[in-house]
């Protein structure tokens, strides 16, 4: 089963408007942190934001908020006032058990956004 | 400015060839990475290091080994290259503990590679 589950390929916004990157995951670990991603066409992954499973609040980075529900188990990224530079494919990812050294990520598909001007 | 750097943006290689994938961090992280990413597929580790020598193997080991001597580099190596090697190889870093938000990873420009 998919641990991380991006359900939207492709995704279209108008320049200025905000969209939201649907993101849900799954595991039986209370501690956990989930991470976006932004891979533009040049193929460098930059890291977006992150929250962590004991966070209280929702993440946010500049343009970027992280729509954390945890009974849904969703983690849904929020770009808000979208930019044509915004165009590129979004990863949602997942460390399972608390930060420490030796942790991996486990990855989504991802899901390609296209700003249109 | 933080840097990861692969040596190669693009490679192109024969079958049976024995590749070697470099790649440079300057940020005195502990963790590096390796990954290959395909259309439909998503990331995936190939292998990881935690520190100067130490390896271990993430989900798609085979077919590829690496070497780690110095703490700034890690090398992907394809012992005898074949086609379903053609891939995007994306190398990462991050510190040790994983950072303030416990995995946070820098990564390389990736390296696209083409065997034939």
């Known amino acids: 089963a998919q641990k991380i589950t991006q359900t939207q390929p492709g995704m279209f916004v108008q320049e200025k408007e905000a969209v939201t990157l649907d993101c849900t995951y799954d595991t039986s670990d209370p501690s956990y942190g989930l991470f976006w991603y932004k891979q533009p066409s040049s193929g460098e992954m930059i890291f977006l934001i992150y929250q962590g499973s004991y966070d209280q609040q929702n993440a946010t980075e500049g343009r970027y908020s992280l729509n954390f529900q945890k009974a849904r188990k969703s983690a849904n990224l929020v770009i808000s006032a979208s930019q044509l530079g915004d165009s590129a494919m979004y990863f949602c990812?997942?460390?399972?058990?608390?930060?420490?050294?030796?942790?991996?990520?486990?990855w989504g598909l991802g899901t390609s956004l296209a700003v249109n001007p | 400015d933080v840097k990861v750097t692969q040596s190669s943006r693009y490679l192109v290689k024969r079958t049976g060839e024995k590749v070697f994938l470099e790649c440079v961090q300057d940020?005195?992280?502990?963790?590096m990475f390796w990954y290959r990413q395909d259309p439909g597929l998503g990331l995936r580790l190939i292998y990881f290091?935690?520190?100067?020598?130490?390896?271990e193997k993430g989900d798609i080991p085979e077919g590829y080994s690496v070497s780690r001597e110095k703490k700034e580099r890690f090398s992907l190596i394809l012992e005898s290259a074949s086609t379903n090697q053609t891939s995007m190889y994306l190398c990462?870093?991050?510190?040790?503990?994983?950072?303030?938000?416990?995995?946070?990873?820098?990564f390389g420009q990736g390296t696209r590679l083409t065997v034939v």
């Open positions: 990462a870093s991050s510190p040790y503990g994983g950072g303030a938000s416990g995995t946070e990873a820098f």
């Open positions: 990812a997942m460390r399972e058990g608390p930060a420490g050294n030796n942790r991996k990520l486990i």
């Open positions: 940020m005195d992280h502990e963790n």
């Open positions: 290091s935690y520190d100067v020598k130490m390896k």
